[in-house]
């Protein structure tokens, strides 16, 4: 399980699809900063009251067809 996923569960007591939802919502808005050129470094901060340590968690694993 994501590690944001699972501290949302666990620290703020939301159901899995609450915690999913917050999770893809700040996804979304990661790739709108990084497409507009912004910064993104407080996105961990403004969603889910983390530090930037789990900004990674955010970035979706690529998948390769082969």
Not at 45 to 54: I, N
């Amino acid at each position: 399980m994501n590690s944001i996923i699972k501290v949302l569960m666990e620290r703020d007591e939301l159901s899995r699809s609450e915690a999913v939802e917050l999770f893809k919502e700040a996804q979304h808005e990661l790739n709108n900063r990084l497409v507009a050129g912004e910064d993104c470094y407080d996105i961990c901060q403004e969603y889910f009251g983390l530090e930037p340590d789990y900004l990674m968690d955010l970035i979706p694993e690529p998948s390769f067809v082969g």
